[in-house]
């Protein structure tokens, strides 16, 4: 049985050095908000890696989890996003 590991910090990052904290594809220096920006637009995941051909299927999957959570796209952690998803915040 294989199980699934969650998409979380093996794939989205925050480092301030890099596009001042906002979340990036680890490795890196595109921004999750450029990914949702391209699939808003009408671009697809196979568009998405051509254009970008060090993005991975994985990398578009974290970046739409990681909107997801309605987390404001710059100097979130992880922590933060569990503890707004517990209710915490």
Do not use: F, Q
């Not at 595109?30 to 970008?52: C, N, P």
Request: charged content about 30%.
């Amino acid at each position: 049985m294989t199980v699934n590991k969650p998409i979380r910090e093996d794939r989205i990052v925050t480092d301030p050095l890099i596009l001042a904290g906002k979340p990036t594809v680890k490795g890196t220096r595109i921004s999750v908000e450029l990914i949702m920006e391209l699939l808003d637009g009408g671009r697809s995941e196979a568009d998405i890696i051509r254009m970008y051909s060090h993005i991975i299927p994985e990398d578009i999957r974290a970046c739409r989890e990681y909107a997801a959570t309605g987390a404001k796209l710059s100097n979130v952690t992880w922590t933060d996003i569990d503890a707004i998803m517990d209710g915490k915040r």
